[in-house]
C-alpha cells in the first residue's frame, strides 16, 4: 500500500505588493487626468523631444506632475530593485520589510542627490545645464518608472522567473539612460564644450559613482 504524505503549502503574503501596484496605477491615472496634455507629451518621450522643450524650464521640477510620478518611480524602481536581489539570492520579494527598507533608501538617495547635484553645480558654474539636465534626467527616469511598472507585476507574480529576462530589463533601462546622455549632450553641447572639464567631474562624481555605492550598500546589508 502507498501511502500518501501530503505537506502544507505555504503562501507568502502578496496583498502588500497588489495594493502598492494599484495604488501606483491609480497615481498614473490621477496624473493623466489632471495633466492630460503634458502627459500625452511626457509618454512620447522616446520618439520626440518635444517634450523636453516644453517642460525645460526648472520651475516645473515641483510640479504636482513630477511630484506624483516621483512616487510611482520610487515605488516601480523599489520593486525592481527588490525582485533582482530576490533573483540574486539575497532576500525575499515577498518580504515587505525589505521592501520598505528600499523604498526608503531609494527614496532618501534620488532626493539627497539632487541637492548635492546643485551645490556642486554651483561650485562648478554650470548652474544652467544642471538645472536642464536635472530636469530632462527625472523625465526619462518617470518614463523608465512607469514602463517598469507592468514589467515588475510580471516579475513579482511570476516564480520561475529566469535570470536572462533580469538581465534584459536592466540592459534596456541602462540603453535608455545612455539615450538621455546622448540627447543631452546634442541640446546642451556648445555650454559642454566650454566646461567641459567641469562636465566630466560632474559626471564621475554624481552619474557613476552613487549608483556603485548604493548597490555595495544594499547587497553588504542584505547579505547579512
Known sequence: MIETVLQPRILEPRD???YLFLFSFVLIAITKTAFEGRFSE????????KYIKIYKDPSHLMSGFTILMFIVQV???????????????YVSKTDWIVFLRIFTFFGIFVLSKFLIEKIVATVFNIEEFAEQFNLQKVSYRTFIGMILLPINIYLFYNNSLSNVLIYCVIGVILIINLFSYLVSLKIYQNLLLSKLFYFILYLCALEIAPYYFIYYLITKNLAH
Open 16 to 18: 502588500w505588493a497588489t
Open 42 to 49: 511626457f509618454i512620447r518621450i522616446l520618439v520626440s523631444d
Open 75 to 89: 515605488i516601480s524602481f523599489s520593486f525592481f530593485i527588490l525582485i533582482v536581489l530576490h533573483t540574486l539570492g
